[in-house]
T-cell receptor, first 116, second 114 residues
Framework: AQSVTQLGSHVSVSEGALVLLRCNYSSSVPPYLFWYVQYPNQGLQLLLKYTTGATLVKGINGFEAEFKKSETSFHLTKPSAHMSDAAEYFC??????????????FGKGTKLSVIP | DADVTQTPRNRITKTGKRIMLECSQTKGHDRMYWYRQDPGLGLRLIYY???????NKGEISDGYSVSRQAQAKFSLSLESAIPNQTALYFC?????????????FGPGTRLLVL
């Protein structure tokens, strides 16, 4: 069975500071990894994804994440936080579970606050 | 107009009542999904459908049923609602490619079961 762990349910950063949101996963097969963002009172929106190829992936709004197989991590970063980045962020993993099926698991989310 | 719409946006119902949540999409995607979101638990997959004739149970399907009426419509039913089904429900769609890849979410339906 696969799982996703997001370290820290709440993270606060100052405007202009580095944003680092942590995601670790477990999967017995090669995973596909995603970060979604949820702004207040809205649905989720894809930030970025890793499927194959380059392990450093860039997404929207200046975010990027690096797939590190040896560390089973897919941490999300942004060099300089903006007030508009305040939202909840979800890491998700999907992997082939056999018999033509895929399993999808979301992390519990990290709420990012940006302090002026 | 929004690509993925959900109706109703808010609903209050009583224990034991049957309720249907509807999802429509104009993205032309074959794949559709239903999730529930609970504070501190993230999103959990209830059901998913990869085409009109395909329905699959997700992580937490007990107490729920679905109907894929057309490519554009995917409904979620609670046959006999109970209070622990109080949650925020999201519908999502995705195009061909990896299953679950790049999902587009609706705005959500907030359900309260009394």
């Amino acid at each position: 069975a696969q799982s996703v762990t997001q370290l820290g349910s709440h993270v606060s950063v100052s405007e202009g500071a580095l944003v680092l949101l942590r995601c670790n996963y477990s999967s017995s097969v090669p995973p596909y990894l995603f970060w979604y963002v949820q702004y207040p009172n809205q649905g989720l929106q894809l930030l970025l994804k890793y499927t194959t190829g380059a392990t450093l992936v860039k997404g929207i709004n200046g975010f990027e994440a690096e797939f590190k197989k040896s560390e089973t991590s897919f941490h999300l970063t942004k060099p300089s936080a903006h007030m508009s980045d305040a939202a909840e962020y979800f890491c998700a993993v999907t992997a082939y579970s056999g018999a033509g099926s895929y399993q999808l698991t979301f992390g519990k989310g990290t709420k990012l606050s940006v302090i002026p | 107009d929004a690509d993925v719409t959900q109706t109703p946006r808010n609903r209050i119902t009583k224990t034991g009542k049957r309720i249907m949540l509807e999802c429509s999409q104009t993205k032309g995607h074959d794949r559709m999904y239903w999730y529930r979101q609970d504070p501190g638990l993230g999103l959990r997959l209830i059901y998913y459908s990869f085409d009109v004739k395909d329905i699959n149970k997700g992580e937490i399907s007990d107490g729920y049923s679905v109907s894929r009426q057309a490519q554009a419509k995917f409904s979620l039913s609670l046959e006999s609602a109970i209070p622990n089904q109080t949650a925020l429900y999201f519908c999502a769609t995705s195009d061909a490619g990896l299953p679950f890849e790049t999902q587009y979410f609706g705005p959500g339906t907030r359900l309260l079961v009394l």
